[in-house]
């Protein structure tokens, strides 16, 4: 409910309104006319104390006594397009709030919102010569109202008239003056229409304008990127920086330019030079070198340039919170947990009610192993953040805590996790009351149910039957089309002697979910497998793992057991043979890689333990 005070005031300005609309009408419509009048009031009020539903019904009750009062029929139009149901979507209905608020706008042509309101619901339903028709009376009544402008210029540009599109951004320019990004929506516009010639005539005639600013020349110089015309390109950019030494702006697409070119000596120079420069605010500077590292990242290259252009920065603003977050993500890019670790404290040290540093922090500690650091963090994120902010968290938390080989430690975790929810919510072998399930959003539900569905995971790898079986039931019950539950569902209850037809039925669920996903093609192909259909398990089980090979190239081991199994039940000794000698090569390269990421993890838990936690 709004303040009764001002509750009050908004009423008697909508009364007043509605009396003062009701003398051009007052002989329309008679007893028929008061009566609508009476439910638009109520209505109003309704509206005010923000039920929006009990108002919209009350519109429509005036609206269904008298159709020819235009102020009920513009506010059920209104009301009916904001509905949030497909019906009401589609064109036949949409067309149909039209009429009902072309009834209106007809009455008041000069109610500018109601007015502009209405052109565009038509331009969305292709009503183009109406939508036109009325943004170009408003504007002949108000031609201080220049934005309209920008309206008919697109509008022009939805009916393929570019001349038209550019001529309203012209007459818009001779009201208000001409600007970069006005120069920069008309180049757009022809060379969309592929008027290379007339898009070259207005960056040189912007330019002729601001002589003395870098943006014409800049702007200049990304039109000829744009058609091919390198030579020129550098030239533009040279000329933004002769005529403003300092300007950061110029440097920033020299730099961009040079990099493209495959020119990193003078790409980097440039950079160096936009960082430095005085005329770009922090932000600014860490955007231009976050792309910068990012550029690095996805090419691979050696990192020890962006530390070069890192240090530039750390230089000039050693305590800044902004410049230790994309530090710590970029020691994290790196693999360097310690230093992300290290950067993150200190940016909560600056900000500790920042919700996204707590997440990053409970990132990097997930690649460390260590979930009661996460748990810990987690803990403090509760005391400075908002409730709406913690349960972002909240996915991310259970995901940390499964992230060691104490299952029975993860389990209390993910169990307090859902009693933060409702204390109703625990590991049970009863359903989950339907009103407590009710009373909880999809985000919700969908954290609940991933919480449960660890915690059968966890079971599982405890060798716990029942008690995977049902944490499961109650993940799948918070959202039924929960892939992952599913699929792990299925897998776990194949390999129990379980159910194999419920098995093969909630493993099908998930390849018409996620048909290219090699996990659950695999899963697929095992339980038909273990329903001795072997040519249907050896088409799934292929695919998973040519899905695999063009996803990242690492084939599972457990695909090459699966497939000599399959292959041996076919009388395929020659291919069982050939996957049994990969299983053995593939699970030897995966016991290394695991026994080496163990160790560099307990080298790095026992270093963070020595350097952040003393």
Known sequence: MVNNKLRTALLCVLVCGLVLSAGSVGKKGGAAREKARYYYRQALIEQVDSNAASAYELYKRAYEIDPTYSEAASAVASNRLTLPLDTMRSEVEMKRSLAMMKQYVDEYPDDINESVY?????????????????????????????????????????????????DYLNQYERAEGSNPQLTLRKISYLLHGRDTIGAIEEANRYVNLKPREPVSYILRGNLYEIIGRTDSVESNYLQAEQVA?????????????????????????????????????????????????????????????????????????????????????????????????????????????????????????????????????????????????????RILYAVGVCSDDNYE????????LLQEYSPELKESDKPIDPSIIKGFSQPQRYVLAQTYSMIGDMRNQSKDKKGWREAYDRSLELMPDLAMTLNNYAYFEANEDGDLTDAEEKSRRTIEMEPDNATFLDTYAWIKYLQREYEEALKYLEAAIEKSRGDDGNISSEYYEHLEKIKRALGDNEGADEAAEMFQKVKKDEEKAETEAKERQESLQKEYKQKIMR
């Open 409 to 416: 430690r993860a389990i209390v975790s993910l169990n307090k």
């Open 118 to 166: 209405y052109a565009y619901v038509c331009t969305r339903v292709d009503s183009l010569d109406e939508a036109e028709r009325v943004y170009k009376h408003i504007y002949s009544r108000f031609p201080k109202y220049t934005g309209l402008l920008h309206n008919l210029s697109e509008l022009s540009m939805v009916r393929g008239d570019v001349s038209g599109a550019v």
């Open 245 to 393: 030494p300092g300007s950061g702006a110029a440097k920033i697409a020299l730099a961009e330019f040079y990099t493209e070119q495959g020119d990193s000596v003078k790409g980097d120079s440039k950079t160096y030079e936009a960082l430095m420069a005085e005329d770009l605010e922090l932000s600014d500077k860490v955007e231009i070198l976050e792309r910068f590292l990012g550029k690095l990242f996805a090419g691979k290259n050696d990192t020890e340039r962006g530390d070069k252009l890192f240090s530039v920065l750390a230089q000039q603003y050693p305590h800044q919170e902004e410049l230790m977050e994309l530090s710590a993500r970029y020691a994290f890019a790196k693999g360097d947990l310690l230093k992300a670790i290290e950067e993150i404290n200190y940016a909560l040290g600056l900000s500790p009610s920042n919700p996204l540093y707590y997440n990053q922090k409970m990132t990097y500690l997930m690649g460390l192993g260590l979930p009661e650091e996460i748990e810990k963090t987690y803990k403090e994120a509760k005391t400075h953040l908002s409730p709406s902010d913690v349960e972002g968290l």
